[in-house]
């Protein structure tokens, strides 16, 4: 059974990780996935592997921090695709700082790409997604959980997300559209591996942020974002879901 056979989902962040693992998954399943990233060429490569694989997808570059860029995008996903039934954020950058040393240039960076990039994206897709009744998966993070040690202006970002998804939650799910988070910790990507840490960090703390197992790939992530965005998610609206195999914080 293919749950997602004739329903468009547009995923950010596509062109790695979490976001091109959620675009592999969903187009198994039978979407339709617009992907979009920063880098052409790393969208590209998404929309080959799922072609590859007997699926449909399409590729756009895209900076969503960008608000002009964000509305030309989602446009374009309706005017080739000609709706939206799912949108993931996967988006996002981190990078760590001691807390008295954070720039504040890269504390506004950060916030514009994972926060009002994520607001941008579905400010955009909300009408659409309200004429489909479809549903949002943000990437929040377990940083808005829990204390992420020189992670400051990246758990702000995450902790505002999830805010403002139960917001979406509440605001538009009489309406029938669901909007929910996931929370990875410890997934291999290129953004979890060999992160440069400041100066005088004691890297050995992160182990409270660590999986008991160790780290896992993107596809975990990928398999909650598809039953969040599948009808097996009816039910779930404004949560945030762990991935994250358990850590002691
Ligand atoms: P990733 O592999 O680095 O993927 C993130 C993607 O977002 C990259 O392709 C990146 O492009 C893209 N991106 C960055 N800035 C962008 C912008 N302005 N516009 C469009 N795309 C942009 O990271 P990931 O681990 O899959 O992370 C996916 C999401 O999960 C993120 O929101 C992250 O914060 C969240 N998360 C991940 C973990 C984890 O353990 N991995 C834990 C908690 C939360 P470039 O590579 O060109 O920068």
Redesign the pocket.
Known sequence: MKRFEGKVALI??A?????RAAALRLASEGARVFC????AP?VEETKAQIEAAGGRAEAHA????DEAAVRACVQACVDVCGRIDHLSN?????RFDHFHEIALADFRRIVE??LY?TFLMCREAIPHLLATKGNIVN?A???ALAGLPWGGAYSAS?GAVLAMTRTLAVEYGRAGLRANCV?????A????KAPRMPKGADFSWMARCSSLNGPMG?EVVAGVIAMLASGDGAHINGEDIRVDGATLS
């Open positions: 950010t962040g062109g790695s990780g979490i976001g979009v990233d920063l880098s790393d895209c900076d969503v921090s996967m988006a996002g950058i981190l790409v994972n990039g990437a993070s377990t940083s995450k929370c990875p910790g410890d997934i990507t290129p953004m979890s993107p």
